[in-house]
């Protein structure tokens, strides 16, 4: 045992891990966050805590997974090397820790230039993989990344993302091995929509023994309007909707029920892969949504499961 | 003009070693002002290779050849010859060179012999000392036309910070403070007022910070 | 920003920067011998490439080795910091070494496909010259002498003590073994006619040289006991009495007077001297010449015109009138005497020796045009006489000269008569000398080193005999004295097509030959240039090279020398500063010269070790700051070998002893 605490012990126990995301606010009001919290709750095994997502300024997600943990809730404080160099890394890490974080996900981060900074300097002093391998340190070793001892090593159940739908293709599983590699405990995957990808993607993660030694959320995500899906799959950038999932959303009369239905089909059919511990639902300021997904879809969180059985 | 140095031989060899036929590139440009990947560089370092390749009993072939600009896809269309039947090729130039013989012979693996280092002056013969660092948006202007973003560690836009201390910076007394620097020159201008002006923040977004840089000259294309 | 002051130095762009100007010596020699190349020859202990270099132009490189007046030591530039180079005695050190190590120095066998035959007339230097190059362009010669041997006023003017028969006949011999035909003790005009010459060969050169002796129109010319010089140096040549007593009065202030003084000397045992019109100073004998002389104890006697000689039958003395001025406004010879300020010097004998002229008396009324004064009408670009195919060269047009002026003379009538024939030859292009040596470089930058002096027989002893006073200078001197010379010209060339404008070059000159301008422009002034090679080893583009020891010419003299593996050693120049004297060697004018590149290339060519000559920190040697470089090039190459995990050991530093004769620093 790492950390301790739901979401290893889930995943540690085989069951079905169930995640989802609660986004800071762009203000100072903790409210918003107890009353994301609140609709998560109970519906999830832990939820991402974002970290100036897209680039675009919000409360600090360490400040934000301390609120959520006194939801009860647990948090996946999201971390990227965007905005911070490794002596700030470290120091929020130990902060985070402190205040009793238990799940830190490693992302590079978006560019600033997709937010609302498009003049700040990025830092980028570490990307994904080195953090990660910098977070493991600290916890194992325990070591900072120069050497020197840590005193205290945080507690954490380290985490990555993974993205099927980038270029080059073959490259991907690899480099997600590059992260199993460097230290991760899980990964989320980017939002799925085109299942036969995401198949073969975690087919070349089997052969690589990916699947073996780290535990793999698929990720999925509501779409809310024919719109949103358009948008998606021409303009983001490692993003692959498919023409049926377009067509089906144009097609929709109730385009919100609609999407819902996609993604409880695509948790059913991603949750029959070899390899899947897990789903992690990405209803970005629609969380209420998250509920009503993991209803329709059958899906208990795993802690529930485990409670139960 | 950008300055690059050789990078540690023990670190060449690791990634020549094990080819046979080796083709050194040399760089007739900046890299053969700042003394270090010129004609001569290259030919010495090829040499170099040869007498190590034999010491170690490696055998295999070291040729060399320069170029007058690795950075011209005219000139390293040159080298097709050179670089016929090669394993390596292993440029002198500033590390605009190997990538751009990278692209150009796509069969070929090619190393950098060399680490870019900085756009530099030559403050005395074979001293180089930074002074740009191609931010894009440069504000010497303001600044009694001296870089504090190359030449300030903290790249301050305020300066200068706690750590001046007789003109020198706090990183090391060999380093320029430029703000003390830039201080003394608005002084002598009589426009130390000017430093009373709050400057920045800056827009990186010109810089790398806003990601990979290209240029195109507006007017005549052929 | 203070920082940024120290490094600019502003060069005055020089007015000219032409990498073809030759070194001033060259340039001087009425031949063109590539003195330069020779002398660096002669300082590496290479006789034989240095005999071969003369012999490139020079058909009598022994004879011009003793005699010449060479205005090449006139012009050389060593002479603005010290003295200058002895070029002419490393000439005969040259081909004395040949001898002494009994080189080859084998005759071409030319190839006369040409099948013309020229006739020259007259076996002087100038005739020599002509049939030697001729034969070199495939045309042979027969050369007719009115003396029973051939050397024209080489062997009939010029005396043993100076030119040793010997060493002529040797000269001779080898134009005879390229095929040359003599046909000595035939007189043209008398024993064969002009026209038949000129009907039986495809072109006649006339090389006659003045064979008489002007007179004096003054009382008691007449008298017994007056003589002339030619006739008194042909008897003396020839082993006969010339007929003179033991107090010996010789009129005239030439060369040709002091050899007759010089002669009359030995011949008569007695007391010699010289009256001449002109002051000290002014005296057209060579300064040497006259210190000869001196030296001999001959009494020289200035500024003092012959009146008239004294005598019953026989000669008693000779009356002198002071000469107020010898040329007139014009620089024309008009002397002017006082008449009444007479004076009268005692003696049995008198040699008139004031010039010669020709004898032009074979000359047929229907050959080639004689103006007023008996003298060829000349075309001098051509060395063309008035007739078709008939050629003049040497003394007989130019008046007297110098032996190597005649040989000139020679050399171009042959490339006038090929090109009569047909032949398809140019007249080689004039070349132009490099500027004068900088104030800042002769007086503070070049390294003083005192001329070998040429080991001389001592006066009152030479005076005994015929044999040669000058002894040759001994193969060490010579190679010292060789290794003075300041290359001029010879040093850093650059390419203005790879030059990067990095101005490495201008900032580690020690000379500041380099120049750049703002626009990038810029060059290696060759008169500044002292060849010392630093600005080659640290051109990073490798735009400069050096013309003499190029790299070019080390690499393969490095691979040549280690054609068998073993030791290099990278020595000096000067002699006797070798440190290692059993490996294979690369000399060269200064070690500075050596990159780490050269270094390691020896390496690569198989050196098992290599040695390196540097002179100590304290001494700048040869160049300014030069043995910085040496060191700073060695310690290069060691850092090289220790990457590479090879001993640095192999190569090796080694400090030269006391240099022989290399002088002082500079000053």
């Known amino acids: ?137 600290m916890r194992d070793v325990p070591a900072f990344e120069c050497g020197d001892e840590v005193e205290t090593p945080p507690e954490l159940f380290i985490g990555a993302a993974a993205n099927p739908y980038a270029d080059p293709f073959p490259f991907r599983a690899v480099r997600l091995a590059k992260k199993v590699e460097a230290g991760i405990d899980f990964v989320q995957t980017q939002i799925i929509y085109n299942v036969e990808k995401f198949e073969q993607f975690m087919e070349q993660c089997r052969e690589l023994g990916v699947t073996e030694r780290c535990r793999i959320l698929a990720g999925v995500a509501p779409l809310k309007s024919a719109g949103m899906a358009k948008y998606m799959k021409n303009r983001v950038a490692g993003m692959d909707v498919t023409d049926e999932v377009v067509e089906r959303m144009s097609a929709a009369d109730d385009a919100q029920d609609e999407g819902i239905d996609i993604c409880v089909e695509i948790i059913k059919r991603v949750r029959e892969v070899d390899g899947v511990a897990g789903v992690h639902i990405m209803a970005v300021e629609w969380e209420e949504a998250v509920a009503e997904i993991t209803s329709r879809a059958g899906l208990e969180p795993g802690h529930k499961v485990l409670q139960d059985g | 003009m950008i300055v690059a140095k050789p990078k540690p031989f023990r670190k060449i060899k690791q990634f020549t070693d094990p080819y046979e036929n080796i083709l050194v590139v040399g760089c007739n440009t900046c890299v053969a002002v700042c003394l270090t990947g010129g004609e001569k560089e290259a030919e010495q370092l090829a040499s170099k290779l040869r007498l190590h390749r034999r010491h170690q009993g490696l055998g295999g072939t070291v040729d060399t050849i320069t170029v007058l600009r690795q950075c011209e896809h005219e000139y390293i269309d040159e080298l097709k010859e050179a670089v016929e039947g090669r394993d390596l090729i292993l440029s002198t130039a500033c590390n605009i060179g190997p990538q751009a013989l990278a692209e150009r012979y796509e069969d070929v693996r090619v190393v950098p012999a060399m680490n870019t280092n900085m756009l530099g002056m030559v403050k005395e013969h074979q001293t180089w000392t930074e002074y740009c660092v191609a931010c894009g948006d440069c504000v010497i202007q303001y600044t009694g036309g001296l870089c504090p973003i190359a030449r300030c560690a903290k790249e301050l836009l305020n300066g200068p910070c706690g750590g001046s201390q007789d003109g020198r910076c706090e990183i090391s007394p060999d380093v320029e403070c430029v703000w003390q620097s830039i201080h003394d020159k608005m002084v002598r201008l009589g426009m130390a007022d000017d430093l009373k002006k709050i400057l920045g923040p800056r827009n990186w977004s010109w810089s790398k910070h806003g990601g990979p840089r290209t240029f195109s000259k507006e007017g005549f294309k052929p | 920003m203070s920082e940024n002051q120290s490094i600019t130095r502003s060069f005055a762009r020089p007015v000219s920067g032409d990498d073809n100007l030759r070194p001033p010596c060259e340039v001087a020699c009425p031949i063109h011998t590539d003195a330069q190349r020779y002398v660096q020859l002669v300082a590496e202990g290479r006789p034989a490439e240095a005999l071969v270099v003369i012999r490139e132009t020079n058909p009598l490189p022994q004879v011009i080795g003793r005699i010449c007046a060479h205005p090449c030591e006139e012009q050389c530039r060593r002479g603005q910091v010290d003295e200058a180079i002895a070029i002419c005695n490393l000439k005969r050190v040259a081909a004395d070494g040949v001898k002494a190590a009994g080189l080859a120095d084998t005759p071409p066998q030319p190839d006369y496909a040409t099948g013309k035959r020229v006739a020259i007339i007259g076996s002087g230097p100038s005739g020599l010259a002509a049939a030697h190059d001729l034969a070199l362009l ?52 008398s024993d064969i006619g002009f026209d038949e010459l000129a009907e039986e060969y495809d072109a006649v050169l006339i090389a006659v040289g003045l064979s008489l002796s002007r007179s004096l129109p003054i009382e008691g010319v007449d008298l017994e006991g007056v003589l002339l010089a030619v006739p008194f140096l042909e008897d003396v040549n020839a082993g006969r009495d010339p007929g003179i007593g033991r107090e010996i009065i010789v009129i005239g202030g030439g060369n040709v007077a002091i050899d007759v003084a010089r002669s009359a000397r030995r011949v008569s045992g007695g007391k010699v001297t010289m009256v001449c019109l002109e002051a000290d100073y002014e005296m057209p004998a060579h300064d040497w010449e006259i210190r000869d002389a001196r030296e001999e104890g001959i009494e020289i006697i200035c500024s003092q015109g012959p009146n008239r000689i004294i005598g019953g039958e026989r000669v008693e003395g000779l009356e002198l009138k002071k000469c107020e001025s010898v040329f007139d406004e014009q620089g024309r010879f008009a002397p002017s005497f006082c008449e009444t300020e007479l004076q009268t010097v005692t003696g049995d004998t008198v040699i008139i020796a004031i010039g010669q002229m020709s004898d032009m008396s074979f000359i047929p009324e229907a050959g080639p045009r004689l103006d007023e004064r008996g003298l060829l009408v000349f075309d001098w670009h051509r060395r063309a006489t008035t007739m078709d195919g008939v050629f003049a060269s040497g003394e007989v047009v130019t008046g007297p000269g110098a032996a190597v002026n005649a040989l000139a003379g020679g050399k171009r009538a042959a490339i006038s008569i090929a090109r009569y024939l047909g032949l398809d030859v140019d007249y080689p292009a004039e070349p132009e000398a490099i500027g004068e040596l900088p104030q800042h470089v002769r007086d503070y930058q070049v390294s003083q080193a005192p001329r070998r002096r040429m080991p001389a027989r001592d006066g ?166 030069g043995h910085r470089q040496t060191r700073a090039a060695v310690d290069e190459a060691r850092a090289v070998l220790e990457e590479i995990e090879m001993d640095p050991e192999l190569i090796q530093l080694s400090v030269v002893g006391e240099k022989k004769c290399a002088g002082g620093a500079a000053r």
């Open chain 3, 460 to 625: 009152a002893e030479r005076i005994k005999d015929f044999e040669e006073v000058e002894l040759g200078l001994a193969e060490v001197d010579g190679r010292c004295e060789a290794a003075r010379c300041l290359l001029c010209g010879s040093g850093a060339r650059y390419s203005q097509l790879k030059c990067v404008s990095c101005l490495t070059c201008v900032r580690v000159c020690p000379y500041g030959a380099p120049w750049a301008d703002k626009d990038g422009l810029g060059g290696i002034d060759p008169a500044v240039c002292q060849a010392c090679g630093i600005c080659y080893t640290q051109c990073p583009a490798r735009a400069i090279d050096l013309v003499v020891r190029s790299e070019a010419d080390i690499t393969s003299e490095i691979e040549a020398a280690l054609a068998d593996g073993g030791a290099l050693e990278f020595g000096c120049w000067f002699p006797q500063t070798r440190v290692a004297p059993d490996a294979a060697a690369v000399m060269l004018p200064c070690t500075a010269r050596l990159s780490p590149g050269l270094l390691l290339k020896a390496l690569e060519a198989g050196a098992d070790k290599v040695y390196v000559a540097v002179c100590s920190e304290d001494d700048d040697g040869r160049f300014i700051t």
């Open chain 3, 138 to 189: 495939g045309i042979r010669s027969v050369i007719f002498e009115k003396q029973p041997q051939a050397g024209g006023f080489l062997r009939t003017g010029i005396l043993e003590y100076r030119l040793p028969k010997a060493i002529l006949d040797e000269d001779i011999d080898y134009i005879t073994a390229m095929g040359v035909e003599f046909r000595t003790g035939v007189a043209v005009g």
């Open chain 1, 1 to 137: 045992m790492k950390s301790g605490f739901t979401l290893e012990r889930v995943l540690g126990a085989g069951a079905f891990a169930v995640t989802a995301e609660l986004g800071p606010p762009k203000g100072a009001d903790p409210q918003v966050i107890i009353d994301k919290a609140a609709l998560l709750k109970g519906h999830a095994d832990a939820v991402n805590i974002t970290d100036n997502q897209t680039a675009i300024v919000r409360m600090s997600s360490m400040a934000a997974a301390r609120l959520v943990i006194e939801q009860g809730l647990e948090p996946i404080m999201q971390m990227t090397c965007r905005d911070r160099n490794r002596l700030a890394m470290q120091a929020d890490i130990l902060g985070a820790a402190a205040l009793g974080v238990r799940n830190l996900l490693c992302l590079t981060g978006d560019h600033q230039s997709f937010g609302n900074h498009p003049k700040s300097k990025g830092v980028y002093d570490l990307d994904s993989v080195t953090l990660i391998k910098m977070v493991k340190d």
